[in-house]
């Protein structure tokens, strides 16, 4: 049998990560059967679950992915690159991100499948707030910075998730910088 490079490992694995983010999107979590993510995806479970061990692994991986997205932006581009990004995302999956909240809470098992997948993003979480330090006031903790930009953050992508009107970006974007800069 022949060996399959890396370069091919990676096209497939970035192949099932891309319709399933489709999947999920169309049909939320729960409807995104297996029948779906092969149907969207276009290759057999077999295929799929080579890369990924179940679906809420590949879900978390997605869900992973998409935050470490959105932090590389506002680390390397800024806050207001973030909103932007957040604003280009697909509404449904920013809605399917949210879905995952209530499953976190609600599903031992998947909960702790994003904990696990979770610890070597967190534990790279000190090295990204450094970075921060140079964007933000010496006056209040990183810790406290970075949970307000989640909030402004996660807050924009909850409300175009709902098909809310997008509110102006750069006025946000002003209050931000003139709450966080430094003086």
Same mark, same amino acid.
Request: charged share 35%; hydrophobic share 45%.
């Given at each position: 049998?022949?060996?399959?490079?890396?370069?091919?490992?990676?096209?497939?694995?970035?192949? %099932?990560?891309?319709?399933?983010?489709?999947?999920?999107?169309?049909? =939320?979590?729960?409807?995104? @059967?297996?029948?779906?993510?092969?149907?969207?995806? =276009?290759?057999?479970?077999?295929?799929?679950?080579?890369?990924?061990?179940?679906?809420?692994?590949?879900?978390?991986?997605?869900? %992973?992915?998409?935050?470490?997205?959105? @932090?590389?932006?506002? *680390?390397?581009?800024?806050?207001? $690159?973030?909103?932007?990004?957040?604003?280009?995302? +697909?509404?449904?999956?920013?809605?399917?991100?949210?879905?995952?909240?209530?499953?976190?809470?609600?599903?031992?098992?998947?909960?702790? /499948?994003?904990?696990?997948?979770?610890?070597?993003?967190? $534990? @790279?979480?000190?090295?990204?707030?450094?970075?921060?330090?140079?964007?933000?006031?010496?006056? /209040?903790? *990183? +810790?406290?910075? $970075?949970?307000?930009?989640?909030?402004?953050?996660?807050?924009?992508?909850?409300?175009?998730?709902?098909?809310?009107?997008?509110? +102006?970006?750069?006025?946000?974007?002003?209050? /931000?910088?003139?709450? /966080?800069?430094?003086?």
């Amino acid at each position: 049998m022949p060996k399959v490079s890396e370069e091919h490992k990676e096209r497939r694995r970035e192949q %099932i990560l891309e319709g399933a983010r489709r999947c999920f999107a169309r049909h =939320g979590y729960e409807g995104a @059967t297996v029948a779906r993510l092969e149907q969207e995806i =276009g290759l057999s479970r077999g295929a799929i679950f080579n890369y990924f061990p179940n679906k809420a692994a590949l879900f978390v991986e997605l869900a %992973i992915e998409t935050s470490r997205r959105i @932090t590389d932006i506002w *680390l390397n581009d800024g806050f207001r $690159a973030v909103l932007d990004a957040i604003v280009l995302e +697909d509404p449904d999956w920013l809605a399917v991100q949210f879905e995952s909240t209530r499953r976190i809470r609600t599903d031992a098992d998947f909960k702790r /499948v994003v904990e696990e997948r979770e610890e070597e993003f967190i $534990a @790279t979480r000190g090295d990204r707030l450094a970075r921060l330090r140079p964007q933000v006031r010496a006056d /209040v903790s *990183l +810790d406290v910075v $970075a949970t307000f930009l989640s909030f402004v953050a996660n807050g924009l992508a909850l409300r175009l998730s709902m098909d809310d009107p997008l509110p +102006d970006l750069d006025a946000i974007a002003k209050l /931000v910088d003139e709450g /966080v800069a430094p003086r």
